[in-house]
């Protein structure tokens, strides 16, 4: 069994990745609307992952026998202006749930949880590639977004990434 303060931050982080797939959704939905089909395809599979992220800690909770709380979702609040400014803020939201994340091992630490401490190093070693995923989408708009024919083909490129479960 985890402590109650283990309970209550990891219920808190459920939340925290199922809203990143409400917002990632709603990105997709954002970028289908504009005929971007590409992004569309990346938001609607990181979208995916975050439930896969929300459901590994759902059901890490129940198996070290304590309980489930979910909170309420919020609405998301992005900027939709461009796809730059998008993934920037894809990026910002990305380094508050990586700060989340090591909230949640700094915690481990503190109450001598060794085994979520291990179970969370996943989840520090998933959001580095996470960011680092997202920085060179945001590296080649940099470059190259302004120019509609290098933006269709960031778009094409995007069109090709393909849900994988993830492999905790």
């Known amino acids: 069994m985890i402590s109650d303060k283990i309970r209550d931050i990891l219920n808190e982080q459920i939340n925290k990745e199922f809203y990143s797939a409400y917002l990632y959704l709603s990105m997709s939905a954002y970028f289908s609307e504009i005929g971007m ?5 990346w938001t609607k599979v990181q979208s995916k992952e975050e439930i896969d992220h929300g459901m590994i800690l759902f059901e890490y909770v129940l198996g070290r026998n304590s ?12 900027d939709m202006n461009s796809p730059l400014e998008v ?24 109450e001598c949880d060794l085994a979520t401490r ?3 190093d996943w989840y520090l070693n998933e959001q580095i590639e996470e960011e680092a995923a997202v920085l060179r989408i945001i590296s080649k708009l940099k470059t ?4 509609k024919s290098a933006l269709y083909l960031i778009d094409k490129e995007l069109s090709q990434r393909e849900y994988e479960s993830p492999s905790y």
């Open 87 to 110: 993934f920037e803020q894809i990026y910002q939201h990305e380094r508050s749930i990586t700060s989340a994340i090591d909230a949640v091992a700094n915690m481990t630490e503190g």
């Open 118 to 120: 291990n179970f969370i």
């Open 67 to 78: 309980q489930i709380h979910l909170g309420q979702i919020s609405t998301p609040n992005f």
């Open 144 to 147: 190259f977004g302004s120019e």
């Open 37 to 41: 089909y590409g992004f569309s395809n």
